[in-house]
């Protein structure tokens, strides 16, 4: 049985920093295209930012671009999402998810993510 479990939310000023972390078991974090989600109150949810399954690429949404970075360590089975310069805007519950997909990371579609973590909470106070 495969799970994901995120570690590292928390409360934090705008302009502050955040790691995040997934850590994966039950099958290699190898196997998969990783991506990170969220979701804030009253709003449906939405991608943050996906690396491959080799970890050759990445993808962010506009959003995050620049701010935040995706990171993959296979030998210890966790994926990471570092988080700077956060805003009010970026709080949220923060998900991992794995995908089989092995295609280009930016059309992965989110249905094709098929395994999900529970969430962590961000918070960002202005």
């Known amino acids: 049985q495969v799970q994901l479990v995120e570690s590292g939310g928390g409360l934090v000023q705008a302009g502050g920093s955040l790691s995040l972390s997934c850590a994966i078991s039950g099958r290699a974090v190898s196997t998969y295209a990783m991506g990170w989600f969220r979701q804030a109150p009253g709003k449906e949810r939405e991608f943050v930012a996906g690396?491959?399954?080799?970890?050759?690429?990445?993808y962010y949404a506009d959003s995050v671009k620049g701010r935040f970075t995706i990171a993959r360590d296979n030998a210890k089975n966790t994926v990471f999402l570092q988080m700077n310069s956060l805003k009010p805007e970026d709080t949220a519950v923060y998900y991992c998810a794995a995908s089989w997909n092995r295609g280009a990371i930016h059309l992965i579609p989110v249905a094709q993510y098929v395994y999900w973590g529970q969430g962590t909470q961000v918070t960002v106070s202005s």
């Open positions: 690396i491959s399954w080799t970890g050759g690429s990445t």
